[in-house]
């Protein structure tokens, strides 16, 4: 009877190790395809408003790029909001 105990218990220990991968592997693909839209946002911003918010496209893209996912979120919390008012600045002044 011991050795089928011992069986299950290597078959719960495949599935727990198999369950673990895939969900790491899920949360390397969200991460880099999160990090990849933010950058691709950074880089549509026409840079008339960069130039209207006073920032500087080519340093947050850097950031962006050299900080991965911590880069993001400071552009998203900074950046993103100051050039979308600058964008609705633009847009009024028309």
Known sequence: MQPIADHRRRDA?????VVLIVLVVAL???SVGWWLWVLIDALSWPSATWEVADLSK?????RILLL????AV??????????????RTIRTAR
Do not use: F, K, N, Q
């Open 58 to 62: 080519a340093r947050w893209v850097m």
């Open 74 to 87: 400071v552009y998203l919390r900074s950046a993103r909001p100051a050039l979308r008012a600058a964008y």
């Open 68 to 71: 991965g996912d911590i880069g």
């Open 28 to 30: 390397l693909v969200a």
């Open 13 to 17: 220990t495949r599935l727990r190790e």
